[in-house]
Nanobody, 118 residues
C-alpha cells in the first residue's frame, strides 16, 4: 500500500503565495511520476502539474509561470510552489503518484484545501 500525505493548504489573499507538500510512503514503484491536481466546487478534477523521477515537468497551460512543481526523490516528496494566487485557484488540491511502467499503480492523497480571497 501507498500513502500520500499533503500539507500546506490554507487561506490566502489574492496575490499571495502558498507551498504545498506531499510525502509518499509505502511500497513505491521504482519509476513513477508525482503530481498535483485540483478540483473546484462543481468542476472536474484537473491537472495542475506533474514531474517524473527524472525531473521532467508538465504544467497546465494556464498555470505556467505562476506555479512550480519540484520533487525530492530521496524523500519521495513533491512540492508545489504557488505564486500570485487568484480567487479562481480556490480548490481542493490532490497529490498523486503513479507508475510509468505499471498501469493501475496509481494513488491519491486526501486533498488539501486552498482558498484564495479577493
Amino acid at each position: 500500500q501507498v500513502q500520500l500525505v499533503e500539507s500546506g493548504g490554507g487561506l490566502v489573499q489574492a496575490g499571495g503565495s502558498l507551498r504545498l507538500s506531499c510525502a509518499a510512503s509505502g511500497s513505491i514503484s521504482f519509476d513513477n511520476s508525482m503530481g498535483w491536481y485540483r478540483q473546484a466546487p462543481g468542476k472536474q478534477r484537473e491537472l495542475v502539474a506533474v514531474v517524473t523521477l527524472g525531473g521532467r515537468t508538465n504544467y497546465a497551460d494556464s498555470l505556467k509561470g505562476r506555479f512550480t512543481i519540484s520533487r525530492d526523490n530521496a524523500k519521495t516528496m513533491v512540492y508545489l510552489q504557488m505564486n500570485n494566487l487568484k480567487p479562481e485557484d480556490t480548490a481542493v488540491y490532490y497529490c498523486n503518484i503513479r507508475s510509468t511502467l505499471f498501469a493501475g499503480w496509481d494513488y491519491w492523497g486526501q486533498g488539501t484545501q486552498v482558498t484564495v480571497s479577493s
